[in-house]
């Protein structure tokens, strides 16, 4: 796997055996003199039930490849004490997948909104346990690409393959959303090995 790590100095890498497979290997990383040193053990992740894919779409519930930032994290549950901007949603909180302006968006709204209260939306605050904690893979987000692919994070595994995010066990993710730091530029790299 060879993707960018721009100036990160903080990385989790996410590798498969092959672009079809539903599970891979999760290793953090953080950038030292000497090059890029482990962080904690090796972890199993699962990706989407269409392996992984670099040309996403909403058609396929495959997982990106690439080196994407990470910037931004949400859930449930309250902030478990990352660094990252977190934010504790409510029942007014959606993931915008259909096509407009709000694609590949997080949206605040109870009544009245400008988008659809269902499917392909999806209903953040419900989506239990998948989103106790996510971490939000920044792809397809600036410049937002209609129809390339909305909804891709980090979030809490039920022992099964995704519609396209990479999840682990919640501990697990705790850990590294404590660990993650903007100062570090993190950054997510998804592809087979």
Same mark, same amino acid.
């Given at each position: 796997?060879?993707?960018?790590?721009?100036?990160?100095?903080?990385?989790?890498?996410?590798?498969?055996?092959?672009?079809?497979?539903?599970?891979?290997?999760?290793?953090? $990383?953080?950038?030292?003199?000497?090059?890029?040193?482990?962080?904690?053990?090796? &972890?199993?992740? $699962?990706?989407?039930?269409?392996?992984?894919?670099?040309?996403?779409?909403?058609?396929?519930?495959?997982?990106?490849?690439?080196?994407?930032? &990470?910037?931004?994290?949400?859930?449930?549950?309250?902030?478990?004490?990352?660094? &990252?901007?977190?934010?504790?949603?409510?029942?007014?909180? $959606?993931?915008?997948?259909?096509?407009?302006?709000?694609?590949?968006?997080?949206?605040?709204?109870?009544?009245?909104?400008?988008?659809?209260?269902?499917?392909?939306?999806?209903?953040?605050?419900?989506?239990?346990?998948?989103?106790?904690?996510?971490?939000?893979?920044?792809?397809?987000?600036?410049?937002?690409?209609?129809?390339?692919?909305?909804?891709?994070? &980090?979030?809490?595994?039920?022992?099964?393959?995704?519609?396209?995010?990479?999840?682990?066990?919640?501990?697990?993710?705790?850990?590294?959303?404590?660990?993650?730091?903007?100062?570090?530029?993190?950054?997510?790299?998804?592809?087979?090995?």
């Amino acid at each position: 796997m060879h993707y960018s790590t721009g100036g990160a100095g903080q990385v989790i890498t996410v590798v498969a055996s092959s672009p079809s497979s539903t599970s891979a290997t999760l290793q953090a $990383w953080r950038r030292t003199t000497n090059g890029w040193s482990p962080v904690g053990a090796s &972890l199993p992740a $699962w990706l989407g039930t269409g392996g992984m894919t670099d040309k996403p779409s909403e058609q396929l519930s495959a997982t990106p490849e690439g080196s994407f930032t &990470l910037t931004q994290a949400f859930g449930r549950d309250p902030d478990p004490g990352t660094a &990252l901007p977190y934010r504790q949603t409510t029942p007014a909180d $959606w993931w915008i997948s259909q096509f407009g302006s709000l694609y590949n968006t997080l949206q605040h709204c109870s009544t009245g909104c400008s988008f659809t209260q269902g499917a392909p939306n999806e209903h953040l605050y419900f989506e239990m346990p998948y989103y106790a904690y996510a971490v939000i893979i920044d792809y397809n987000r600036s410049p937002v690409v209609q129809g390339a692919g909305s909804a891709f994070f &980090l979030h809490v595994t039920v022992g099964e393959p995704t519609q396209g995010c990479v999840s682990i066990e919640q501990a697990q993710l705790v850990r590294l959303m404590r660990w993650l730091r903007p100062s570090e530029h993190p950054r997510i790299l998804i592809g087979p090995g």
